[in-house]
């Protein structure tokens, strides 16, 4: 395992030792040691999730406010997705900049997303399998969002020419401004 980059403040573009053969390959997808050595963030996760789309499917962005904020290692193990992460803790000194990368089932990269940001993606092909995992459990309560399009953060989506499905939820989400005081 290899840290590509620190995009932004504590948040961490992974890359595996892939080790193939005749038979395929091998990769360790996670190592606590390893990627508390790497990346210095703790790496106490408590569940795991997965997910499935059909090309153009946008999830995001996403959040946890307050004491039930998660951190998440995410990932793709079928097709390709444009993956985002938002700095939305007011304190850091990347507040409100986002980065954006491919992660594919060929390329085996990883994002580390902390605590405080939000986090979304677009799936590039049918059948994307996404999965991740989070150090904290899932509160709905305690779910919040920005709306993916939200001019003042102003992602570039590499979306155009594509019909995009978002769910109802995700139609709905907060702009940067309604966001700000639910932020810490
Ligand atoms: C996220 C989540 C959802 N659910 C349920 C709630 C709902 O009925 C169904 C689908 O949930 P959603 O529509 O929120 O799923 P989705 O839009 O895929 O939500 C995910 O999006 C990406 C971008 C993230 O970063 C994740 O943290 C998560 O928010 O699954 C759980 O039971 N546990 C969970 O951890």
């Given at each position: 395992m290899k840290v590509l980059s620190e995009p932004l403040k504590d948040c961490f573009l992974l890359e595996p030792t892939v080790f193939g053969d005749h038979r395929g390959y091998f990769?360790?997808?996670?190592?606590?040691?390893l990627f508390e050595q790497l990346t210095g963030q703790n790496s106490h996760?408590?569940?795991d999730n997965?997910?499935?789309?059909?090309?153009?499917?946008?999830?995001?962005?996403?959040?946890?406010?307050?004491?039930?904020?998660?951190?998440?290692?995410v990932r793709v193990v079928a097709g390709a997705v444009w993956d985002v992460a938002v700095d939305l803790r007011p304190s850091s000194p990347?507040?409100?900049?986002?980065?954006?990368?491919?992660?594919?089932?060929?390329?085996h990269r990883m994002l580390y997303v902390p605590r405080?940001?939000?986090h979304g993606f677009v799936t590039l092909e049918d059948d994307t399998i996404f999965t991740y995992k989070c150090d904290n459990h899932y509160s709905v309560a305690d779910e919040i969002?920005?709306?993916?399009?939200?001019?003042?953060?102003?992602?570039?989506?590499?979306?155009?020419?594509?019909?995009?499905?978002?769910?109802?939820?995700?139609?709905?989400?907060?702009?940067?401004?309604e966001l700000e005081p639910h932020l810490k």
């Amino acid at each position: 395992m290899k840290v590509l980059s620190e995009p932004l403040k504590d948040c961490f573009l992974l890359e595996p030792t892939v080790f193939g053969d005749h038979r395929g390959y091998f990769f360790e997808s996670f190592n606590d040691v390893l990627f508390e050595q790497l990346t210095g963030q703790n790496s106490h996760f408590v569940q795991d999730n997965q997910s499935k789309s059909s090309r153009g499917v946008l999830r995001g962005i996403h959040m946890q406010k307050g004491g039930a904020a998660q951190a998440k290692l995410v990932r793709v193990v079928a097709g390709a997705v444009w993956d985002v992460a938002v700095d939305l803790r007011p304190s850091s000194p990347t507040y409100k900049q986002w980065f954006g990368v491919e992660l594919t089932a060929e390329n085996h990269r990883m994002l580390y997303v902390p605590r405080g940001f939000g986090h979304g993606f677009v799936t590039l092909e049918d059948d994307t399998i996404f999965t991740y995992k989070c150090d904290n459990h899932y509160s709905v309560a305690d779910e919040i969002g920005l709306m993916y399009n939200d001019a003042a953060i102003g992602i570039q989506w590499p979306i155009e020419g594509m019909d995009i499905k978002l769910s109802e939820k995700d139609g709905r989400l907060m702009s940067i401004s309604e966001l700000e005081p639910h932020l810490k």
